[in-house]
Protein backbone atom coordinates (compact mmCIF):
# COMPACT_ATOMS: atom_id res chain seq x y z
CA UNK A 1 0.00 0.00 0.00
CA UNK A 2 1.58 3.27 -1.16
CA UNK A 3 -0.38 5.67 0.13
CA UNK A 4 0.76 7.96 2.26
CA UNK A 5 -0.60 8.98 5.76
CA UNK A 6 -0.24 12.42 4.23
CA UNK A 7 -2.73 11.59 1.41
CA UNK A 8 -4.81 10.13 3.94
CA UNK A 9 -4.84 13.17 6.15
CA UNK A 10 -5.71 15.36 2.98
CA UNK A 11 -8.95 13.26 2.56
CA UNK A 12 -9.80 13.21 5.80
CA UNK A 13 -8.67 16.53 7.51
CA UNK A 14 -6.09 16.92 10.33
CA UNK A 15 -8.69 17.55 13.36
CA UNK A 16 -7.89 15.89 16.88
CA UNK A 17 -9.29 15.98 19.60
CA UNK A 18 -7.99 15.79 23.03
CA UNK A 19 -8.05 16.23 26.69
CA UNK A 20 -5.64 17.00 29.99
CA UNK A 21 -4.86 14.34 32.13
CA UNK A 22 -6.84 16.16 35.03
CA UNK A 23 -10.13 15.22 32.84
CA UNK A 24 -12.39 12.69 34.39
CA UNK A 25 -12.64 9.34 32.53
CA UNK A 26 -16.47 10.48 31.82
CA UNK A 27 -15.52 13.72 30.32
CA UNK A 28 -12.90 11.43 28.00
CA UNK A 29 -16.20 9.30 26.99
CA UNK A 30 -18.59 11.82 26.38
CA UNK A 31 -16.23 13.60 24.04
CA UNK A 32 -15.69 10.34 22.00
CA UNK A 33 -19.19 9.72 22.17
CA UNK A 34 -20.25 12.93 21.13
CA UNK A 35 -17.32 12.73 18.34
CA UNK A 36 -17.93 9.55 17.44
CA UNK A 37 -14.27 8.65 18.17
CA UNK A 38 -12.66 5.81 19.75
CA UNK A 39 -9.80 7.58 20.95
CA UNK A 40 -9.10 10.73 22.28
CA UNK A 41 -5.30 12.41 22.69
CA UNK A 42 -3.89 13.70 26.31
CA UNK A 43 -2.60 17.18 25.89
CA UNK A 44 -0.89 19.14 28.45
CA UNK A 45 -0.97 22.37 26.47
CA UNK A 46 0.65 21.73 23.22
CA UNK A 47 2.48 18.37 24.27
CA UNK A 48 1.22 15.12 23.94
CA UNK A 49 1.63 12.99 27.20
CA UNK A 50 -0.47 10.20 26.60
CA UNK A 51 -3.59 8.08 24.36
CA UNK A 52 -6.85 6.76 26.17
CA UNK A 53 -8.99 4.99 23.75
CA UNK A 54 -12.10 2.56 24.89
CA UNK A 55 -9.96 0.18 25.05
CA UNK A 56 -8.48 1.63 28.25
CA UNK A 57 -12.04 2.09 29.32
CA UNK A 58 -13.29 -1.51 28.84
CA UNK A 59 -10.14 -2.85 30.35
CA UNK A 60 -8.98 -0.70 33.34
CA UNK A 61 -12.47 0.93 34.47
CA UNK A 62 -15.03 -0.99 34.11
CA UNK A 63 -13.66 -4.42 34.60
CA UNK A 64 -12.11 -3.41 38.17
CA UNK A 65 -15.22 -1.38 38.75
CA UNK A 66 -13.64 2.49 38.98
CA UNK A 67 -15.83 5.03 38.88
CA UNK A 68 -15.40 7.10 35.54
CA UNK A 69 -16.64 10.00 37.10
CA UNK A 70 -13.43 10.21 39.93
CA UNK A 71 -10.96 8.11 37.63
CA UNK A 72 -8.87 10.38 35.75
CA UNK A 73 -7.58 10.05 32.53
CA UNK A 74 -4.03 10.69 33.91
CA UNK A 75 -4.18 7.63 35.47
CA UNK A 76 -5.37 5.46 33.17
CA UNK A 77 -3.89 6.85 30.16
CA UNK A 78 -1.01 4.94 27.82
CA UNK A 79 2.13 7.48 28.71
CA UNK A 80 4.42 6.21 25.39
CA UNK A 81 2.07 7.58 22.44
CA UNK A 82 4.14 5.79 19.25
CA UNK A 83 3.87 8.05 17.08
CA UNK A 84 4.03 8.38 12.45
CA UNK A 85 5.09 11.05 10.17
CA UNK A 86 2.82 12.02 7.19
CA UNK A 87 5.89 10.49 4.97
CA UNK A 88 4.56 6.72 6.47
CA UNK A 89 3.00 4.68 4.16
CA UNK A 90 0.12 2.98 4.87
CA UNK A 91 1.94 -0.36 4.44
CA UNK A 92 4.25 0.81 7.43
CA UNK A 93 1.06 2.23 9.63
CA UNK A 94 -0.59 -1.43 9.16
CA UNK A 95 2.86 -3.18 10.26
CA UNK A 96 3.17 -0.76 13.25
CA UNK A 97 -0.79 -1.25 14.52
CA UNK A 98 -0.14 -5.08 13.83
CA UNK A 99 2.75 -5.29 15.84
CA UNK A 100 1.58 -2.83 18.84
CA UNK A 101 -1.47 -3.99 18.90
CA UNK A 102 -3.24 -1.03 18.77
CA UNK A 103 -5.89 0.91 16.21
CA UNK A 104 -4.86 4.85 16.56
CA UNK A 105 -1.83 6.67 15.17
CA UNK A 106 -1.29 10.22 15.81
CA UNK A 107 0.57 12.11 12.86
CA UNK A 108 3.86 14.41 14.08
CA UNK A 109 4.75 16.26 11.15
CA UNK A 110 7.70 18.52 12.32
CA UNK A 111 7.35 18.66 15.84
CA UNK A 112 3.66 19.32 15.69
CA UNK A 113 0.74 17.37 15.69
CA UNK A 114 -1.21 17.27 12.70
CA UNK A 115 -4.03 14.37 12.82
CA UNK A 116 -4.34 11.24 13.76
CA UNK A 117 -5.07 7.58 11.64
CA UNK A 118 -7.05 4.77 12.49
CA UNK A 119 -7.75 1.25 11.66
CA UNK A 120 -10.73 2.42 9.74
CA UNK A 121 -8.90 5.29 7.61
CA UNK A 122 -6.51 2.38 6.85
CA UNK A 123 -9.51 0.08 5.67
CA UNK A 124 -10.65 2.64 3.66
CA UNK A 125 -7.29 3.30 1.78
CA UNK A 126 -7.09 -0.28 1.22
CA UNK A 127 -10.24 -0.77 -0.45
CA UNK A 128 -9.55 2.61 -2.11
CA UNK A 129 -6.21 1.08 -3.38
CA UNK A 130 -8.26 -2.14 -4.64
CA UNK A 131 -10.86 -0.09 -6.36
CA UNK A 132 -8.03 1.44 -8.31
CA UNK A 133 -6.12 -1.63 -9.43
CA UNK A 134 -9.50 -3.58 -10.24
CA UNK A 135 -10.54 -0.22 -12.37
CA UNK A 136 -6.88 -0.06 -14.09
CA UNK A 137 -7.41 -4.04 -14.90
CA UNK A 138 -10.62 -3.70 -16.29
CA UNK A 139 -10.10 -0.94 -18.83
CA UNK A 140 -6.73 -2.78 -19.89
CA UNK A 141 -9.06 -5.91 -20.44
CA UNK A 142 -11.83 -4.05 -21.81
CA UNK A 143 -9.10 -2.30 -24.22
CA UNK A 144 -7.40 -5.80 -25.18
CA UNK A 145 -10.73 -7.51 -26.26
CA UNK A 146 -11.04 -4.34 -28.02
CA UNK A 147 -8.49 -4.82 -30.18
P1 LIG B 1 -6.67 0.75 20.66
O1 LIG B 1 -6.64 -0.57 19.96
O2 LIG B 1 -6.17 1.87 19.78
O3 LIG B 1 -7.98 1.02 21.32
O4 LIG B 1 -5.58 0.69 21.84
C1 LIG B 1 -5.21 -0.48 22.55
C2 LIG B 1 -4.24 -0.07 23.65
O5 LIG B 1 -3.09 0.55 23.08
C3 LIG B 1 -4.78 0.95 24.66
O6 LIG B 1 -4.21 0.68 25.93
C4 LIG B 1 -4.28 2.29 24.14
O7 LIG B 1 -4.11 3.26 25.16
C5 LIG B 1 -2.94 1.89 23.53
N1 LIG B 1 -2.61 2.72 22.35
C6 LIG B 1 -3.43 3.08 21.33
N2 LIG B 1 -2.79 3.80 20.41
C7 LIG B 1 -1.52 3.92 20.86
C8 LIG B 1 -0.36 4.57 20.36
N3 LIG B 1 -0.36 5.23 19.19
N4 LIG B 1 0.78 4.52 21.10
C9 LIG B 1 0.82 3.84 22.28
N5 LIG B 1 -0.24 3.20 22.80
C10 LIG B 1 -1.40 3.23 22.11
Known sequence: MSTTVQQV??????VTHA???TA????ALELMASQDI????VKEGERLVGI???RDYARKVAIKGLSSRDATVGDLMTPNVCTITPSHTIDD???IMTQNRFRHLPVV?????SGIVTIGDVV???IAEHEATIQQLSSYIAGDIAT
Not at 9 to 14: D, I, M
Not at 24 to 27: A, E, G, I, L, Y
Not at 109 to 113: A, P, S, T
Open 24 to 27: TVMQ
Open 52 to 54: FTE
Open 109 to 113: DHGKL
Open 93 to 95: VMS
Open 38 to 41: GAVL
Open 9 to 14: LKSKGG
Open 19 to 21: VTP
Open 124 to 126: KAV
